[in-house]
């Protein structure tokens, strides 16, 4: 069993209907409390009220807000799942790949960001790789358990396997690459984000079909990988083909 905690990941985990008990801090109160409470009573959930020390144990004493819950162990997806998982209104798939990310705060940011520009999900390698825990579900504003996410043996091997489903292979480096302004990323694209001190190890950059940069001011060479991640999927976002045009988008 799995803890989730703080307010946003437990109000998305009771949306999502895999919380199988809520503990709140005693003393807690406000409005964001009371719509925790009043989901869980129409979805039938128990509620128990325990002292903050509990709460501190079971999170590490990590930043809970004064609220957790209890849900199942994340379950990650299959890589075709994944390609499946494309939203109707865009006529093709955006995959983001994440090579050696290993600090959880940078890989809930990475899946909150991914959500946000509707990406069909995630893709990271089992090893010399943060996994989903319950840090990143945090970090992730709980969006992990409302974005697929595949865990792989091989991200080499995920990326040939890519390539043979129609997909385009972009890697992020910095400043090496096509200026991201002028890349048309059109088709079925899969992003290739490296690790925060690193960037994309040699093997997986050479199964990259592009390399694509940022381009940036004097005296700065690198930005965090979730913040490059960021604007490069806005870049994507807003030149992806769409079924049908969108009237408005929703503001970030």
Known sequence: MAVVYGVNPVLEALKSGTVEGLVIAEGRGGAP???LLKLAEDKG?????REKGYLDRLTGKAVHQGVLCFCPEFSYVAVDDIIRRRADSYKDNLI???DSVTDPQNL???IRTAHCFD???LIIPEKRAVSVTSAVVKASAGLARRTPIARVTNLAQTIEFLKE???WVYGAVAGSGEDIREVNFRGNIGLVMGSEGKGIRPLIREKCDFLVSIPMGSGVDSLNVSVAAGIILFDIYRKRDRV????TDKNI
Do not use: A, D
């Not at 959930?45 to 009220?49: G, L, M, N, S």
């Not at 049908?244 to 009237?247: D, H, L, V």
């Open 33 to 35: 409390l009371k719509r």
């Open 45 to 49: 959930i128990e509620v128990i009220f």
């Open 96 to 98: 983001l790949l994440l």
């Open 108 to 110: 809930g940011s990475l």
């Open 119 to 121: 990406v069909n999900g």
């Open 165 to 167: 489903q129609g997909f």
């Open 244 to 247: 049908t045009p969108r009237s």
